[in-house]
């Protein structure tokens, strides 16, 4: 199953304001089950600047075993760039002993709640008395200049 991110409008805008901090801020990972595939034009992404209005305009959280409302801290969370390429990277996130179905995953800041990167999975995916792994080795999310 494919997964596409999608790198919500006003990220660059906050970017660019500084209203995120990577270095203190604690950036999460919190999963969603709306029917996909869910893109940028998807009634209510739009709308969504914040973690709250994710849940309120697009999709319910998930709820499972070994899930936790809000979702995981990310960890070894670097932003690093490479000619002209920038990524936001941080290592592999997870749930384990988890049994739950997701859709989305939606990566945010949970100090401001704003959203930064949302995937779609491309449909559900669904793990039974196991571990949930996102494979974040590409990186949370590139910017190429141009």
């Known amino acids: 199953m494919a997964v596409t991110a999608h790198v919500f ?3 660059a805008q906050l970017a660019m304001s500084k209203s995120d901090n990577w270095s203190s801020d604690t950036l ?10 869910v893109t940028l034009s998807t009634s209510g992404v739009q709308a969504a600047k914040t973690w709250s209005d994710w ?13 936790t409302a809000g979702g995981v801290a990310l960890t070894g969370v670097s932003l690093a760039t490479s000619g002209d390429v920038a990524t936001l990277s941080c290592s592999n996130p997870s749930w384990t002993g988890a049994t739950f179905t997701a859709n989305q995953a939606v990566f945010y800041d949970s100090v401001t709640g704003d959203l930064v990167v949302f995937w779609d999975f491309g449909g559900a995916v669904s793990v039974t008395s196991g571990t949930f792994t996102l494979d974040t080795a590409a990186g949370i999310v590139t910017a190429t200049a141009s």
């Open 9 to 11: 409008p006003q990220f």
């Open 55 to 67: 849940k309120t305009n697009v999709a319910a959280e998930i709820t499972g075993t070994g899930y």
């Open 28 to 37: 999460m990972v919190a999963l969603s089950d709306v029917t996909g595939p």
